[in-house]
């Protein structure tokens, strides 16, 4: 089974300014990882599969990259709407397709 | 506008069962993967399940294999998760997920939740 590390476990970011989330792979998942967000009593929200490829309405702030064993989602300019959880998923070598534990952001 | 409904989640004894459905709209269940996950008290999410569009291929995690059994019904847009020999860490909000070819996972429900205490 694939392990997915998220880091930080919280990140507190003033409005306005950059959040960077990474994401580690315990072996190389090429680009099959995913970016879900969710915000506290909603379901999780598809942001960004196959790495980088942003799903349909995600505002243009939220950018993936990497490949391989390591990732990083990126929030340009951090809003107040963008608190929230955020987990990566790998679908490279499934079943089962695991989940990182997740990275709170907060607004500063 | 594509939607998951989730139903069935309730309080159920340790050693019980129970039929968790989720009823798909605005688009063709027929033609999708489905993926049920589950989220624990202030946890994580984890994968449980999963089932091709065909209903051909099903796949389980470990930890709820040989008790929780995924099927549907694609003339009534329906997803079902039966689970059997419920324990105390079943306790969770399930969610009935729309799989894209990975997978990885597009279309969530909002989530049923399932209690099993004595």
């Known amino acids: 089974e694939i392990v997915m590390t998220q880091s930080p476990a919280t990140l507190s970011v003033p409005p306005g300014e950059r959040a960077t989330l990474s994401c580690r792979a315990s072996?190389?998942?090429?680009?099959?990882l995913a970016w879900y967000q969710q915000k506290p009593g909603q379901p999780p929200r598809l942001l960004i599969y196959?790495?980088?490829t942003r799903a349909t309405g995600i505002p243009d702030r939220f950018s993936g990259s990497g490949s391989g064993t390591d990732f990083t989602l990126t929030i340009s300019s951090l809003q107040s709407e963008d608190s929230a959880v955020y987990f990566c998923?790998?679908?490279?070598?499934?079943?089962?397709?695991?989940f990182g534990q997740g990275t709170k952001v907060e607004i500063k | 506008e594509e939607q998951l409904v989730e139903s069935g989640g309730q309080l159920v004894q340790p050693g019980g069962s129970l039929r968790l459905s989720c009823e798909v709209s605005g688009f063709t269940l027929s033609n999708y993967a489905m993926i049920w996950v589950r989220q624990a008290p202030g946890k994580g999410l984890e994968w449980i399940s999963y089932?091709?569009?065909?209903?051909?291929?099903?796949h389980y995690a470990d930890s709820v294999k040989g008790r929780f059994t995924i099927s549907r019904d694609n003339a009534k847009s329906s997803l079902y998760l039966h689970m059997n020999s419920l324990r105390l860490e079943d306790t969770a909000t399930y969610y009935c997920?729309?799989?894209?070819?990975?997978?990885?996972?597009?279309?969530w429900g909002k989530g049923t939740t399932v209690t099993v205490s004595s």
């Open positions: 196959g790495a980088s």
């Open positions: 072996q190389s998942i090429r680009n099959d």
């Open positions: 998923q790998q679908y490279n070598n499934w079943p089962p397709a695991t």
């Open positions: 997920v729309r799989g894209r070819p990975g997978p990885y996972m597009d279309v």
């Open positions: 089932s091709n569009s065909g209903s051909t291929v099903k």
